[in-house]
């Protein structure tokens, strides 16, 4: 059994795009791409969640790839030594390795819904595609298990998000706008499904969670302590599950306190 995990989405979360950073604030890099340093973190975030990894504590919960998680150096030291979850859920890694069990499940839950190729080729054929339209630069899988793309949000159709699921909903997909991508997922393919699964197979007993986005509502409700940054989307949306904490500082800062709060809060209940 493990008594306290801190089950935590990363981007925008834990970590932050190095292109945002407010006037005056500063923190080291954790992730380069193309010789770019693109994601940040503080260091008392990373020495935190280290702490809590060490004691089998701590679950990255991303929408990532595994790839892509990877490019997040320390995080992914500490994924290599435990669990983590990529693809939105739909993939669920031990010591930097897919799950085959709940790989299985996956393909079960995913086979009641269209094809990833199907999903794209009605996107392509009713919204647009990087091909037809200017504020849509990117599309791809994830995994081959969703789909999203990048926009241009001054251009995109101001429904992009209602009209998206108008034309996967029959389908049994659906869509969330999360920021400049656009997020279109098979029913039940979700954070806070793979995130009940890992707890019932390490019986953990209590569970922390922390998100920002629509993506992490399910993630959230599994957790009997969770955490929102207090400039999160979800603030922004109304949208926070209700008994959720936030943060007083946003940005890099919400990451740090979350972190700190989390191990705080696990050191006091081990000691108990």
């Given amino acids: 059994m493990t008594r306290f995990v ?3 989405d990363l981007d925008r979360t834990l970590v932050h795009s190095a292109k945002r950073l407010l006037p005056g604030e500063d923190a080291p890099v954790v992730e380069v791409y193309k010789d770019r340093g693109i994601t940040v973190a503080r260091e008392p975030t990373i020495a935190a969640l280290r702490e809590l990894a060490e004691e089998s504590a701590f679950v990255p919960v991303t929408t990532r790839s595994r790839e892509q998680l990877a490019r997040i150096t320390p995080i992914w030291q500490m994924a290599e030594r435990g669990w983590a979850i990529c693809a939105n859920g739909a993939t669920l890694l031990h010591r930097g390795q897919v799950d085959r069990t709940w790989k299985a499940e996956v393909d079960r839950i995913c086979g009641e819904s269209a094809s990833v190729s199907e999903a794209r080729q009605m996107l392509e054929l009713e919204i647009g595609s990087p091909d037809t339209v200017d504020w849509m630069p990117l599309l791809r899988d994830c995994d081959k298990r969703f789909l999203y793309c990048t926009l241009e949000l001054e251009q995109a159709p101001g429904d992009l998000e209602a009209a998206a699921n108008a034309v996967l909903e029959p389908f049994g997909w659906h869509a969330i706008l999360h920021g400049r991508k656009l997020y ?12 009940r699964h890992l707890r019932d197979r390490l019986e953990i007993d209590e569970l922390m969670a922390a998100g920002d986005s629509a993506l992490d509502i399910e993630l959230l409700l599994a957790a009997e302590h969770r955490w929102c940054p207090i400039d999160a989307e979800l603030v922004e949306q109304d949208r ?33």
């Avoid at 279109?184 to 393919?189: K, R």
């Fill in 184 to 195: 279109s997922l098979p029913e039940g393919v979700c954070k806070g499904r793979a995130v």
């Fill in 240 to 272: 926070v599950p209700p008994d959720t904490r936030l943060t007083e500082a946003g940005h890099v800062g919400a990451g740090q306190q979350i972190a700190e709060d989390a191990l705080r809060w696990a050191t006091a209940q081990a000691t108990t």
């Fill in 6 to 8: 801190l089950a935590s």
